[in-house]
């Protein structure tokens, strides 16, 4: 089975925090994603990665930065957290076939 | 751009009965796909079934079917005989027939199963 796993569940920072997310997927996949999920809006894309070291703005890259040195693993930072980030933030992995495979999430407060 | 609604935020089914989840969307372009995602509550999403727009045979996996509407652009979702267990959030997503594997979701619908 794909595993997708994240850093954290749960994260509580301060305002103007560096805040990272880690994701690191098991299957070899090419393409990775973080998305974050608010109530009413879904999940909205924020940043992806078709490969190492290769990522391209989402919809919502405003704010945040993404890493990727190694390919099963994928990074969302927040440079300078803010409150209107405090979010529940999902990471997936494909292989740029046709079904994305999830990590639990990080729940993200900032206070 | 392509857009995904999903106008019910909230359903009810009674468990054994049948619920129909509907999504429409907007595109352009006439190749791409469209899924419907589960997520329970505190646990990971996962895929429920995938419907290709060049098939027009409905897909299905099991209780949940979809009714594709492709000049309609209009997706729903039928659960059969419902269970406890799809308790959930559901979300429907389009994705273009690029490679990059690029997800657009709807707002979601929250299921409630009563026993």
């Known amino acids: 089975d794909v595993k997708v796993t994240q850093s954290s569940r749960y994260l509580v920072k301060r305002t103007g925090e560096k805040v990272f997310l880690e994701c690191v997927q098991d299957?070899?996949?090419?393409?990775m994603f973080w998305y974050r999920q608010d109530p009413g809006l879904g999940l909205r894309l924020i940043y992806f990665?078709?490969?190492?070291?290769?990522?391209e703005k989402g919809d919502i890259p405003e704010g945040y930065s993404v890493s990727r040195e190694k390919k099963e693993r994928f990074s969302l930072i927040l440079e300078s957290a803010s409150t209107n980030q405090t979010s529940m933030y999902l990471c997936?992995?494909?292989?740029?076939?046709?079904?994305?495979?999830f990590g639990p999430g990080t729940r993200l407060t900032v206070t | 751009a392509q857009t995904v609604t999903q106008s019910q935020p909230e359903m009810s089914v009674q468990e054994a009965e049948t619920v129909t989840l509907s999504c429409t969307y907007d595109?352009?372009?006439?190749?791409?796909?469209l899924f419907w995602y589960k997520q329970p509550p505190s646990r990971q999403m996962i895929l429920v079934i995938r419907?290709?727009?060049?098939?027009?045979q409905n897909a299905t996996e099991n209780r949940f079917s979809v009714n594709f509407q492709k000049a309609a652009k209009s997706f729903s979702l039928k659960i059969s005989d419902s269970q406890l267990g799809d308790a959930a959030m559901y979300f429907c997503?389009?994705?273009?027939?690029?490679?990059?594997?690029?997800?657009?979701f709807g707002q979601g619908t929250t299921l409630q199963v009563k026993p």
């Open positions: 997936a992995s494909t292989w740029g076939g046709l079904e994305q495979y």
């Open positions: 299957m070899d996949h090419e393409n």
């Open positions: 990665s078709y490969d190492v070291k290769m990522k």
């Open positions: 595109t352009s372009e006439s190749d791409y796909y």
């Open positions: 419907q290709e727009a060049y098939k027009q």
């Open positions: 997503a389009y994705r273009t027939s690029s490679n990059t594997g690029k997800l657009i």
